[in-house]
């Protein structure tokens, strides 16, 4: 049995959560081989699979919004690279539907969320399953009518699948398919290097993680110094000019290679970041607190922000604060209004796949 999983290379957050559906997929049927299919950077996929004999085929199946960083969207650059996947994409397809021809398996498609899927399961006659919490539909449709052609079109290809996992923090995802509600995504923590977990430890001020994905947002290292009863962790930056500025500062650890954010949530108080599906679903299952900064034109963010005010403590930032450095850090954390949502959404969209693979393969 093959499954292919073809990720968004929007960000890296669908591919932290698709790591753990994955592991729980694996736990169910270890015989069954996995393929993961995206642009996203290899080491990252790397970092969040691993462990899982996970095989990788690079291939581009969305463009989502192009950004400058985590907090901004370039429509006139989005539409640019939808104009240049759209011809890219017949080649892709061929390469990918010959390649999964040519193992002799069996085959189950997973997206989340690139709606040009739908074309390589429609051509192998593959069941295909859909999972997240929107669409690309829901994103370009508050674009402007310069990007009716791409909501008319990905709408079109949702529509076509088997299954669709719905997520929490949801947008509309009115595709017209049988569908199932789970739980929160979230991978477990794995155990720190000791020289890390011990400098935790020790550590007396409050934990702080400071977290935006893969795109990142510049943060002023004087911004840090405003809060000295405070200890920040943050991912090591890629570039080296802003990683070495950022070593420099007294109350801020950089994490090393092979530390995922996640990793290091159990022993944070609080985590400041952008709204994010996976840094929520992360942050709520470990119990770490929510400082999030105000992002624009992404309609996704006011979905995440409902459904964290109802579920997690947490409190709202506003960009201009964030780069002034006003956190919050020393009020105290928002209630929320409702019931913790159930943690089990990695299980349950495995558990999911199974019965479908079941019913249509006899797998």
């Not at 694996?26 to 393929?35: D, E, F, K, N, S």
Request: hydrophobic fraction near 45%; glycine fraction near 8%.
């Amino acid at each position: 049995m093959l499954v292919y999983l073809a990720l968004s290379s929007h960000g890296f957050g669908h591919a932290a959560r698709q790591a753990a559906v994955l592991s729980a997929l694996h736990a169910l049927h270890p015989q069954w081989r996995l393929v993961v299919s995206s642009a996203v950077d290899p080491a990252f996929l790397n970092l969040v699979f691993h462990g899982m004999p996970v095989e990788q085929r690079p291939v581009r199946w969305d463009v989502g919004m192009v950004q400058s960083d985590a907090l901004s969207c370039n429509q006139a650059a989005t539409l640019s690279a939808l104009d240049q996947l759209e011809r890219s994409l017949p080649g892709s397809l061929d390469q990918e539907v010959a390649w999964i021809e040519a193992q002799g398996l069996p085959v189950v498609v997973l997206g989340d969320i690139p709606p040009a899927i739908a074309r390589m399961a429609h051509r192998l006659d593959a069941p295909l399953v859909w999972m997240g919490n929107f669409g690309w539909d829901d994103i370009y449709r508050d674009q402007g009518e310069a990007f009716a052609k791409w909501v008319d079109q990905a709408r079109c290809a949702y529509s076509t699948g088997d299954l669709l996992l719905r997520m929490p923090f949801h947008l509309l995802m009115a595709w017209g398919i049988p569908e199932q509600p789970v739980g929160l995504v979230a991978a477990r923590p794995r155990p720190l290097p000791r020289p890390l977990k011990e400098h935790l430890l020790q550590e007396e001020h409050e934990l702080v993680l400071v977290g935006f994905g893969g795109l990142g947002v510049s943060i002023a290292p004087q911004c840090f110094a405003q809060w000295p009863e405070h200890h920040f962790l943050l991912p090591t930056p890629p570039n080296p000019a802003v990683s070495n500025a950022l070593a420099a500062v007294d109350n801020l650890t950089l994490l090393p290679e092979g530390v995922r954010p996640l990793d290091v949530m159990p022993y944070c108080q609080r985590l400041l970041g952008k709204p994010g599906f996976s840094t929520f679903a992360e942050a709520l299952s470990t119990g770490t607190g929510l400082h999030v900064v105000e992002r624009a034109g992404f309609s996704e963010a006011a979905a995440l922000m409902t459904g964290l005010c109802s579920h997690g403590f947490h409190r709202l930032i506003s960009r201009s604060g964030f780069d002034q450095g006003a956190w919050e850090l020393d009020l105290p954390l928002i209630p929320p209004l409702a019931d913790p949502l159930p943690l089990d959404g990695a299980q349950a969209a495995a558990l999911q796949i199974s019965h479908l693979v079941r019913m249509r393969l006899g797998v």
